[in-house]
């Protein structure tokens, strides 16, 4: 059991040695439970994504939707792209735009989509730049680490147990 799109089914399909559950890069991808059987009268029962209850903080929802946990149609391209843009640069990570080759990228939503769009030939038949287009691509190259490497959460050190005795030696 887990959220959805963590790799439960590629697990399985790499216990079993063969690719009996379906995966893919969205969630909602297993739709039905279904028993995979492997060697020694073991089986294993692929389910699909579960969820924690109750709902979540706007940030935490975004974050989710980034890792395509959450369905991204459903919270909005354009959006998500903007908390993206938004953690380049908090992380001072703006360089990684490089990758679509623009000269001063802009740092409003808007403008950076336009350019995105631009750079991929992504024109609508006007001649304007589509920028729904351009937000899946932008979505799609951090999925597939084409941004570099972001940790969205904030990392806080794990506390130290209590009892903890350090000896120095
Ligand atoms: N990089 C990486 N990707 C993985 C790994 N396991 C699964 N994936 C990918 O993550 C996506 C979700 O996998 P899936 O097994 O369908 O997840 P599920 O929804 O939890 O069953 C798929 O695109 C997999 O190819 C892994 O160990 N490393
Ligand atoms: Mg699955």
Not at 94 to 97: F, G, R, S, V, Y
Not at 103 to 108: G, M
């Given at each position: 059991m887990g959220v959805p799109n963590v790799g439960k089914s590629s697990l399985i399909n790499a216990l079993a040695g063969k690719n009996r559950a379906k995966t893919g890069r969205?969630?909602?991808?297993?739709q039905h439970q279904q028993w995979i059987k492997l060697a020694n009268d073991i089986e294993l029962l692929d389910t699909p994504g579960i969820m924690v209850p109750g709902s979540l903080d706007k940030e935490r929802t975004l974050r989710l939707g980034l890792c395509h946990i959450i369905k991204q149609k459903l919270l909005g391209t354009t959006y998500l792209c903007e908390y993206l843009l938004y953690q380049l640069i908090k992380n001072d990570k703006?360089?990684?735009?490089s990758h679509y080759k623009i000269?001063?990228?802009?740092?409003?939503i808007t403008g950076l989509l336009a350019q995105v769009a631009e750079a991929r030939g992504c024109?609508?038949?006007?001649?304007?730049?589509d920028s729904e287009q351009a937000s899946l691509i932008l979505l799609k190259d951090y999925s597939d680490g084409k941004l570099g490497r972001l940790i969205l959460d904030e990392a806080e050190p794990a506390p130290l147990p209590e009892d903890l005795n350090i000896i120095w030696v």
């Open positions: 969205t969630p909602g991808v297993t703006l360089d990684k735009l000269e001063n990228p802009k740092t409003d024109i609508k038949p006007g001649g304007e730049p």
